[in-house]
């Protein structure tokens, strides 16, 4: 993942710094689910359970992780730059409406 990517402009932004999880996860999820295929979205979060968690259950979801990155040198933040993907992905024995 390109740490230089955080800088680049993006189509949303989300704070979820001040937010445990699974909130942090949940709020990142309604926010990709609002946007448009092929949007980004600039997301800042603590290290942590959210740093672990939500970059890995976006990609698991189908979207695209294009950077993660600490928001300056030795900062508890970080940037993670996610694409939302085309594909609608439904839970398992559900059908998509």
Same mark, same amino acid.
């Given at each position: 993942?390109?740490?230089?990517?955080?800088?680049?402009?993006?189509?949303?932004?989300?704070?979820?710094?001040?937010?445990?999880?699974?909130?942090?996860?949940?709020?990142?999820? !309604?926010?990709? %689910?609002?946007?448009? @295929?092929?949007?980004?979205?600039? +997301?800042?979060?603590?290290? $942590?359970?959210? #740093?672990?968690?939500?970059?890995?259950?976006?990609?698991?979801?189908?979207?695209?992780?294009?950077? !993660?990155?600490? %928001?300056?040198?030795? @900062?508890?933040?970080?940037?993670? +730059?996610?694409?939302?993907? $085309?594909?609608? #992905?439904?839970?398992?024995?559900?059908?998509?409406?």
């Amino acid at each position: 993942m390109k740490p230089d990517t955080i800088l680049e402009p993006v189509d949303h932004v989300l704070d979820i710094t001040r937010d445990v999880c699974p909130l942090t996860f949940v709020k990142a999820k !309604l926010l990709l %689910e609002r946007m448009s @295929s092929g949007e980004t979205a600039r +997301i800042r979060l603590n290290a $942590g359970e959210p #740093l672990e968690n939500v970059p890995r259950a976006l990609a698991e979801a189908g979207h695209e992780v294009l950077a !993660l990155a600490p %928001e300056a040198p030795g @900062s508890a933040h970080y940037i993670l +730059i996610a694409k939302k993907s $085309g594909i609608a #992905l439904t839970a398992p024995g559900r059908n998509p409406e």
